[in-house]
């Protein structure tokens, strides 16, 4: 029982809950009945998932050493011990595998999505993540080809503002990420992580900001936007403004007033108020597509 937990914990299952973002495709472009379209989407999930825990565990391979160095990560299956290497190898192998061929089932594009994803990550664990600015834009990219390989699944194109509002927001959760690591890492961060030696809590004071405010007027320029009017037959898009303000500021607050690290995951699935203004902005985006 303890060794299937620590599975789980090396797979970090918990983190598949950024791939919903697989299935934004399907709300926004009005085939969200589509049953055929939903069994894409699916599949396309689940083996979109399997291949980030895979690049999961081989990051963990990658990382051992410094993950013993930090307070929380130290207590990864890997880094305690308490997964072995040759075990952690084979899991990397049959989650690869299964992903590819589930990813393959739903189409080449999906797959080549998919792997695209894989080496990027891979890269990142390698490179990318030492290079100030390049890691939190890397992570950025990341969520966009999540919602690119869900529009390829069911073969429709993703409006443009809609690929730029969840770049920025991806890119603005990064960078408190960042700042909360700087807060509570302390003299440990440069040694856990190089890239966190360039930056600093003054300049990230000042990224946040902009992020904020370039995150919120993207979103609010693609609610009034008239193309968004004339595909979705309404122009009342703009009442689903409130809720983006109210989660964005919730997260604010969590980040400069709690003991977290920062990580959008957990928050997600632990705090109630963010959990409700999620739920009611996705209510209200689906009674303003297929209702109203």
Request: charged share 20%; glycine share 4%; no cysteine.
């Amino acid at each position: 029982m303890e060794k299937a937990k620590d599975i789980v914990k090396l797979l970090r299952i918990h983190q598949w809950i950024k791939n919903i973002f697989i299935f934004s495709p399907l709300i926004f472009s009005k085939n969200f009945f589509n049953l055929k379209d939903w069994k894409n989407i699916i599949l396309t999930f689940i083996g979109f998932s399997l291949v980030a825990s895979a690049s999961y565990i081989l990051n963990d391979l990658i990382d051992i050493e410094k993950d013993r160095l930090h307070p929380v990560k130290r207590k990864r299956p890997l880094a305690s011990g308490k997964i072995s290497k040759p075990e952690a190898i084979i899991l990397f192998i049959l989650l690869f595998g299964s992903g590819a061929i589930i990813s393959f089932s739903v189409g080449k594009g999906v797959l080549i999505y998919t792997m695209t994803y894989f080496f990027l990550i891979l890269y990142y664990s390698v490179l990318l993540k030492k290079l100030v600015f390049i890691d939190i834009i890397v992570i950025a990219i990341g969520f966009d080809i999540r919602a690119l390989v869900g529009a390829y699944a069911i073969n429709v194109k993703l409006s443009a503002w809609l690929v730029i509002d969840l770049f920025l927001l991806a890119l603005f959760l990064a960078a408190t990420k960042r700042r909360q690591e700087l807060v509570k890492l302390e003299e440990g961060a440069k040694s856990h992580k190089k890239v966190l030696s360039y930056y600093s809590l003054s300049m990230l004071d000042q990224i946040i900001p902009i992020l904020t405010s370039t995150t919120l007027i993207s979103y609010i320029i693609y609610t009034l936007s008239p193309k968004i009017k004339t595909y979705f037959g309404t122009e009342y898009f703009y009442i689903t403004i409130p809720f983006v303000i109210y989660g964005i500021f919730r997260y604010l607050y969590i980040i400069y007033n709690e003991d977290t690290f920062g990580d959008p995951t957990y928050l997600l699935i632990h705090d109630l108020p963010l959990i409700i203004d999620i739920i009611l902005w996705g209510i209200s985006i689906l009674l303003l597509i297929y209702v109203f």
